[in-house]
């Protein structure tokens, strides 16, 4: 496990990423989320033809949507408010953080190489959005 930082060297650290005063001041109060942001940026990106068993969507670090063995529909999907707006959201791939963001800021992508399915995530995200 990760070292957690201080708020000092979290700070630091998400300067370095170049990151916006806003995200800074979303992430600094989450050291453990800061832990696992740093190890996967530290991973190499998911590879192009990669296609993953588990999909889970994370608000706040808390499971919202999880979708299994390419099905199009959600097996699991929380209740949520249609207004909330959540401070960050991350995708994973089984178990492992593909994409973070913090409201709309991308902190972590390691579905660079991905160019269709990254397409397929955005698309399905503007679905369930309407």
């Known amino acids: 496990m990760t070292k957690l930082l201080e708020p000092q060297e979290i700070q630091v650290l998400l300067r370095d990423w170049g990151l916006s005063e806003r995200a800074i001041s979303i992430l600094i109060k989450e050291p453990e989320v800061v832990a696992n942001l740093q190890e996967a940026r530290s991973l190499s990106p998911f590879s192009p033809d990669y296609v993953p068993c588990v999909i889970e969507e994370l608000f706040d670090d ?69």
């Open 62 to 130: 808390i499971p919202f949507r999880r979708w299994e063995q390419g099905k199009s529909s959600p097996i699991y999907e929380r209740p949520c408010s249609a207004d909330y707006d959540p401070p960050f959201v991350e995708y994973s791939f089984d178990g492992q953080t593909a994409l973070f963001h913090v409201q709309g800021e991308i902190v972590v992508n390691r579905m660079e190489l991905m160019s269709d399915f990254a397409q397929q995530i955005a698309e399905l995200n503007e679905a369930l959005e309407e």
